[in-house]
T-cell receptor
Framework: DVKVTQSSRYLVKRTGEKVFLECVQD?????MFWYRQDPGLGLRLIYF???????EKGDIPEGYSVSREKKERFSLILESASTNQTSMYLC???????????FGPGTRLLVL | QKEVEQNSGPLSVPEGAIASLNCTYS??????FFWYRQYSGKSPELIMF????GDKEDGRFTAQLNKASQYVSLLIRDSQPSDSATYLC???????????FGPGTRLSVLP
């Protein structure tokens, strides 16, 4: 079974803090993704990566950056957290671009 | 125009009935179609995928694809209260590296 894990289930941070969200997958998948999900707005793609050290902007990359130093690990960084970044953050991975995406359990981030 | 559209619901059906969830997409080049179920507060989990026109059955679930009409649906037979969740349709064109997700349809199965 594919397993995607995320470093935290719940996180509370203050405005202006630097926030790291980490995602690890154990199936040697090429592709990894970061989404945020907000009520009424659905799943929105922030960034994705199709190889180590490669990254591509998704639909809403502003205020975020990512890092993929190892194939199994994909980090999302909020350089200076703001209240409008309060959301559920979901990581996913897939073998290739057209294959099924498998999701981690999600991190619910509250920025005060 | 949104790329993937779904009725937001809620769609309410009685226990034991057939629930029909619909999804339309705008990109004619789309090749892969996925249905995910998401319980409240949880992450999406894959129910099934379909690549070819026609029906694909897996237990109580049937996915139907009509590429000419740019339409994909999910039927749930003998609906159970445990099927109450939001169902997300996702579409991929095999050229891009990412999916496009619909907004989801909330299904409520009434005991």
């Amino acid at each position: 079974d594919v397993k995607v894990t995320q470093s935290s289930r719940y996180l509370v941070k203050r405005t202006g803090e630097k926030v790291f969200l980490e995602c690890v997958q154990d199936m040697d998948h090429e592709n990894m993704f970061w989404y945020r999900q907000d009520p009424g707005l659905g799943l929105r793609l922030i960034y994705f990566s199709y190889d180590v050290k490669m990254k591509e902007k998704g639909d809403i990359p502003e205020g975020y950056s990512v890092s993929r130093e190892k194939k199994e690990r994909f980090s999302l960084i909020l350089e200076s957290a703001s209240t409008n970044q309060t959301s559920m953050y979901l990581c996913a991975s897939s073998l290739s671009g057209s294959e099924t995406q498998y999701f981690g359990p999600g991190t619910r981030l509250l920025v005060l | 125009q949104k790329e993937v559209e779904q009725n937001s619901g809620p769609l309410s059906v009685p226990e034991g009935a057939i629930a029909s969830l619909n999804c339309t997409y705008s990109d004619r080049g789309s090749q892969s179609f996925f249905w995910y179920r998401q319980y409240s507060g949880k992450s999406p989990e894959l129910i099934m995928f379909i690549y070819s026109n026609g029906d694909k059955e897996d237990g109580r679930f049937t996915a139907q694809l009509n590429k000419a009409s740019q339409y994909v649906s999910l039927l749930i037979r003998d609906s159970q209260p445990s099927d109450s969740a939001t169902y997300l349709c996702a579409v991929n064109n095999n050229y891009g590296q990412n999916f496009v997700f619909g907004p989801g349809t909330r299904l409520s199965v009434l005991p």
